[in-house]
């Protein structure tokens, strides 16, 4: 956080913004869910979230000032790091030309689902984590992205663990063969 007011006295003291403020409140998610630890600039994820509507108005303030630190840089991207608590209709207007200006692109919400359960998936693979805790996230991006095929198995996954019953260790060496499914598939 104290890069990004450096960002934006730097800014201010060459006119480029108003009064300098103070980006964000503390730690910023932009909704991510508590798998997500991604780089602060991640175009996949961003564009994802974006199109899921999963980075409120609060955070955009915080995710500007992550674009300045990656190296973007723009009157947009410079406006919305020196917003202090924004409307969502503030940052409506702005947005179009800030996601210009950071090099990020509209993606429809199929895609942007796949990239966020791809990357769950991948989180709970790699560090071995109880799929059964996070069947859930998938059902919720299955929901929101209007069913498509390609998620259908991980979407369904809270359904089918009560399948099991007890078995929970069947149940997750079940799960993970799904989520290795998911990855490994490629884009329809």
Not at 80 to 107: C, N, R, Y
Request: hydrophobic share 45%; aromatic share 8%.
């Amino acid at each position: 956080m104290a890069r990004c007011l450096f960002f934006v006295a730097m800014l201010y003291a060459r006119g480029g913004l108003g009064p300098a403020s103070e980006c964000s409140q503390g730690q910023v998610f932009y909704g991510q869910s508590r798998l997500d630890n991604n780089m602060p600039f991640d175009h996949q994820i961003i564009e994802a979230r974006l199109a899921l509507d999963r980075i409120g108005p609060n955070e955009m303030p915080a995710l500007a000032c992550d674009a300045l630190e990656a190296g973007f840089d723009g009157p947009r991207i410079r406006r919305l790091a020196a917003l202090t608590d924004p409307s969502g209709w503030e940052v409506d207007q702005i947005l179009p030309a800030f996601m210009a200006e950071a090099g990020l692109s509209v993606i429809p919400r199929q895609e942007a689902a796949v990239r966020i359960a791809r990357q769950i998936a991948l989180k709970i693979l790699s560090e071995k984590l109880d799929p059964t805790a996070h069947t859930k996230d998938f059902e919720l991006l299955w929901i929101e992205a209007g069913y498509p095929r390609i998620l259908r198995e991980a979407g369904t996954l809270d359904d089918e663990k009560y399948l099991f019953g007890e078995n929970e260790t069947e149940f997750c060496e079940y799960a993970r063969k799904i989520l290795t499914a998911l990855i490994t598939t490629p884009e329809p």
